[in-house]
């Protein structure tokens, strides 16, 4: 089956997520954070900040599920049963603090064969209530047993 | 001074850390969840989130260059193999000073077999303490 290398540029709606501090400081226990920037409201605000602190790595809460849309996209075709997740890459331009209001845009950025491995790369772009950009993901999928 | 040198961080995921991370993330997937549907697709059981792999790195990354998340730049990663439930994951790198800033380079090492590699952080170097 050839691959939708069509879609390349295929953009989908804009998905806004509201940052609760609960949230965050549920994502910081599951992944074993101990600063307290992101667990303990009075230090955050000792420090400076509003409210707690999300952890950077948070941006899969905010961002991943915009990416969804992509990935279950009957236009591109991926076979789940042979999906694997390939490699990620965030840039952050600023933090991400509970009570934010993140949108997040997805689009195809590259889709393509390399050695029987289909490569199905989107990129995700945050930015937060007043319009600043937070963080820019580059989520890359590969489906095994493709053939062009 | 900067921090520089080697950067290690040990963890041991929890039969229950899918089951946390899941409900965190948003990450339902049954190949994290479900050892039975893992096994009908050809997995030896069911595997950690690859993205709760990368938060260790992310963590060690910020940990050892000063410990402010505004700290980090951009984190990237390969994920290769599956990471296994019960079984110690050492991060391990470095921390060197670059003109514009810190640079780690990363891996996650489980039971010999490097489950993330050519992890790369780029870090601000920490200015102080924040008020």
Not at chain 1, 76 to 85: D, K, P, S, Y
Not at chain 2, 26 to 42: C, K, Q, S
């Amino acid at each position: 089956m050839p691959l939708a290398v069509d879609k390349v540029g295929k953009t989908y709606p804009a998905l806004s997520y509201a940052v609760g501090r609960e949230k965050i400081r549920e994502y910081a226990e599951a992944v074993g954070e101990t600063n307290s920037l992101y667990l303990d409201l009075d230090a955050a605000r000792a420090a400076g900040y509003e409210d707690l602190v999300a952890p950077p790595m948070f941006a899969v809460v905010y961002a991943g599920r915009a990416v969804w849309p992509a990935l279950f996209d009957p236009e591109l075709e991926l076979n789940f049963a042979m999906l694997v997740h390939g490699a990620q890459e965030f840039h952050w331009e600023r933090l991400v603090i509970a009570g934010d209001e993140i949108a997040t845009e997805v689009s195809v950025a590259r889709i393509e064969e390399r050695r029987g491995l289909g490569i199905y790369v989107f990129e995700s772009r945050s930015s937060n209530q007043r319009g600043e950009p937070v963080c820019i993901g580059t989520w890359t999928n590969i489906v095994r047993g493709v053939e062009a | 001074m900067k921090p520089t040198g080697a950067i290690e961080l040990r963890v041991t995921p929890d039969r229950y850390v899918t089951i946390r991370y899941a409900g965190a993330s948003g990450d339902f997937n049954p190949i994290h969840l479900d050892d039975e549907f893992a096994r009908e697709v050809g997995l030896p059981g069911r595997i950690l989130h690859g993205l709760w792999t990368m938060a260790q790195v992310a963590r060690a990354a910020t940990d050892a260059a000063g410990g402010r998340p505004e700290q980090l730049r951009s984190l990237s990663v390969e994920f290769r193999g599956a990471g296994m439930i019960g079984e110690e994951i050492v991060v391990s790198g470095t921390l060197a000073d670059r003109d514009d800033g810190l640079i780690a380079n990363l891996v996650a090492v489980q039971g010999g077999k490097r489950i993330v590699r050519n992890g790369v952080a780029r870090l601000r170097p920490r200015l102080g303490r924040q008020s």
